[in-house]
């Protein structure tokens, strides 16, 4: 008689199933001293190419700006003064965003002219923060008469004339802290006025603004909190009381996630026994009072001049599923199992597996509720 011990692994494999969508993507943002025509990179590639919204100062004097040459990964920054100037220098914030009206963001790069009516479709009253730029050169530009299905462009130069077909960069954004992570507001205000706000931002933000009729506006001293706002007419002079319309980013506030912990399936040894080998094969088993009855089979492999003899009597294990509210799941049960047998006839030249006769099993298991 021989013994010999079949080790299997104990292995079970749960599947969820789960459908969901694509994750929105997150606007890039940044806040940097930058050289006029200076390259930004967002550290990142977009799918496509985004709307890029940008303001500047430089010793807390608003300057004009505009993104030039929008690529999925980098743009351009164009600075110019109130004369209409090339700035060499200077601190520039920016917000790259992909429109997505599902999170109420909606923008566009758009040849556009002074007073012309662009078109949207939001919700409710939105924030709309444009730029604008011809030849490269930065423009004066703001959004008129906001609604929640479009705005009428404010356009000028430095010298206050109306510009016609120029690019114009616009973002038309309701803030909403859970779902796009903006704050902002459409307020008639100063300049040097201090805006603040509450809760503030959890890290440092960026800011962009837009202001109108024919004023430059710009974010000074950051805080979490809010800014200093820098207005300067195209003549030079401080604006007071004119339409401003800022938005802050600091990315979206993440939550953590759900985790559901998959029910834990085990087994209990709850018998044994021996039974005869009524069938060739490999494995096989029953169900027994709702309990699974494995019937494990081993034989001997010998070279093909031997005879093989088939094992007949095995020993079983009775096993039973504990799964939690009586779920139906598919795994797999490999249990170590004691094959003991009587072998009528058995002669090889060569012993497998050193001294003793390898035997080949396997155990195929199923779970009912």
């Known amino acids: ?5 079949l080790l299997f692994l104990l ?4 599947i969820f199933l789960s459908s969901t969508n694509a994750a929105p993507i997150t606007p890039k943002y940044g806040v940097l001293f930058a050289r006029d025509g200076q390259t930004i990179s967002y550290n990142f590639t977009f799918p496509d190419i985004p709307v890029v919204l940008t303001s500047a100062q430089i010793n807390g ?10 690529e999925k990964d980098k743009f351009k920054i164009s600075l110019r ?3 209409g100037n090339r700035v060499s220098s200077a601190w520039v ?3 790259a965003f992909l429109p997505n009206p599902s999170l109420k963001m909606v923008g566009g790069i758009i040849v556009a002219s002074h007073g012309q009516r662009i078109s949207f479709n939001l919700p409710t009253y939105p924030v709309i923060v444009t730029n604008a730029q011809i030849g490269g050169n930065a423009l004066i530009s703001g959004a008129m008469n906001n609604s929640t299905t479009g705005f009428d462009l404010y356009l000028v130069d430095s010298n206050g004339n109306p510009v016609q077909n120029a690019w114009v960069l616009w973002g038309a954004i309701v803030p909403d802290e859970k779902l796009n992570g903006f704050k902002g507001e459409v307020k008639l ?12 931002f ?7 603004l837009s202001a109108q009729p024919g004023v430059i506006a710009g974010a000074v001293n950051n805080r979490k909190d809010g800014f200093l706002l820098s207005l300067i007419k195209h003549d030079g ?11 802050g980013f600091a990315g979206i506030p993440t939550t953590t996630p759900q985790v559901t912990i998959p029910p834990q399936v085990s087994y209990t040894e709850i018998g044994s026994g021996y039974g005869a080998d009524i069938s060739s094969g490999t494995y096989k088993y029953t169900i027994d009072n709702g309990y699974l009855k494995a019937w494990v089979y081993a034989y001997a492999k010998l070279p093909a001049s031997d005879v093989t003899s088939y094992l007949r009597v095995l020993t079983y294990r009775k096993i039973q599923i504990n799964a939690p509210d009586n779920n139906f799941y598919n795994c797999n049960l490999n249990m170590t199992v004691d094959v003991k047998g009587l072998i009528a006839k058995i002669d090889y030249a060569i012993p497998l597996g050193a001294s003793d006769t390898q035997y080949l099993g396997k155990v195929g298991v199923g779970i009912v509720e």
């Open 93 to 95: 914030q920016w917000i």
């Open 189 to 200: 205000l100063g300049n040097g006025v201090n805006i603040s706000f509450s809760p503030p």
């Open 1 to 5: 008689m021989k013994k010999c011990i």
């Open 237 to 247: 002079t401080p604006a007071q009381s004119v339409w401003v319309q800022w938005l």
């Open 81 to 83: 003064d109130d004369a």
């Open 11 to 14: 292995i079970f494999s749960i």
């Open 61 to 70: 004097r608003a300057l004009s700006s505009c993104a030039v040459d929008v």
């Open 202 to 208: 959890p890290q440092d933000p960026a800011y962009i």
